[in-house]
């Protein structure tokens, strides 16, 4: 290898079934008679502590949902964004399509990156089949920075890249990357691992667990964004755990950054389109979750640890998703004031602890005060969520 060249300088569908978890004794959750449970399965693909392949969308393999952001590459976050960086089916590594980045111009090399949760003080593989000149693969925040792997020329033909870091005893993300190099022309990548032991599956809950006479509000989707609804959570300082999808979220941004003011409030995971995670791969339940975290982050400037799966429909593929994005908590809940309704799930009162589902829709400010008076009724008060889950 020679040195490197210098550089120049719709609105959701309602609630309508709640989902059978893993089983309703792990979820902490109460199912209503009328509900249709969607079938979960309990086998986890990753035993807790395997070594497996953290990257999400290694293959390229995944489309992108049509809620994502426009020309995005579903798992990866390209500097140059479509303009750059793209899915192709031209001779790809393997399977069907790969990665190919067309630098802009002389101040671009290209990078595509993406988080990956990791563990502490332990010793991670990444590695990439590249092709072009000047590929570089690398990861940042490990703790103990180590140099990228980098090739001066594939002439032609894919090479692997190959390297190794040990994380630092804070790490708990790093974001791996690739790039090419300043005017050095096009590359392609495909097959990325990151190979290690993978983090602990997240915890499956329906309510929180607590002896404070506390009550949690949480709202969801973000489609309908009314002024009533704002001002009844401003007026009557409420902690709102928001859990808005991407999209909704991305074209209002300050509408929940004003109803998450109030201290205590947070916006969390709730997936990009909003799907039944059930029906899908882990690899594609994995991109769900971390494209919306990343989008969300890059929105609200804090990253999600909380995930609410759309239709409270998980399995133990959906827990381990969760934990290789970050999420400590996949959360359901166990009452309903949505769209008029008072539903309790389990008998008598709310009790604390219990975990309140609402919508963000035209019926939200009457849904607040009736959830709020149900609260009051039982001696509780409205809390922030985090900080009592983490």
Known sequence: ???????????????????????????????????????????????????????????????????????????????????EAAVTTSAPHSGGSALAVTPAGDDSNGECAQTVSVQPNTTYT?????????????ATGTGRDVAPA????????????TTRFTTGPDAHTVRLYVHGWYQQGP????????????????????????????VFFTVDDGWQRTPEAERFITDHKLPITAFPL???????????????????SSA???????????????????????????????????????????YFAWNADTLQAAANCGMRTVLTADADFSWGASNIWHEGTLSPGDVV????????????????????AAGLKPAGLSSYLH
């Open 126 to 138: 990444a590695s990439a089949w590249v092709r072009g000149a000047f590929v570089h693969l690398g």
């Open 268 to 310: 969390q995971d709730h997936s990009v389109s909003h799907t039944d995670l059930t029906k899908l791969s882990p690899a594609e339940q994995q991109v769900e979750i971390c494209d919306a975290r990343d989008s969300l982050t890059r929105i609200f400037g804090t990253a999600p640890t909380v995930f609410r799966p759309p």
């Open 1 to 83: 290898m020679s040195s490197r060249p210098s550089a120049f300088p719709r609105r959701s569908a309602r609630l309508s079934a709640l989902a059978a978890c893993a089983s309703l004794a792990v979820c902490g959750l109460a199912a209503p008679a009328s509900a249709e449970p969607v079938a979960a399965t309990a086998t986890a693909t990753t035993p807790v502590g395997t070594a497996a392949n953290l990257a999400t969308n290694p293959g390229f393999e995944i489309p992108a949902s049509s809620l994502a952001d426009w020309g995005s590459v579903p798992g990866w976050r390209c500097t140059g964004g479509p303009a």
């Open 187 to 214: 590359f392609a990548v495909d097959d990325v691992r990151v190979d290690g032991p993978a983090p602990a599956p997240a915890t499956g809950s329906g309510s929180v667990p607590t002896t404070d006479k506390v």
């Open 246 to 264: 991407p999209m909704p979220a991305a074209t209002d941004p300050d509408f929940f950054r004003r109803v998450t003011a109030v201290p205590g």
């Open 357 to 376: 589902l609402m919508h963000w829709t035209d019926t939200l400010a009457g849904d607040l005060q009736r959830a709020l008076a149900a609260a009051d």
């Open 150 to 161: 980098w090739t001066e020329t594939t002439h032609g033909g894919w090479q692997q890249l």
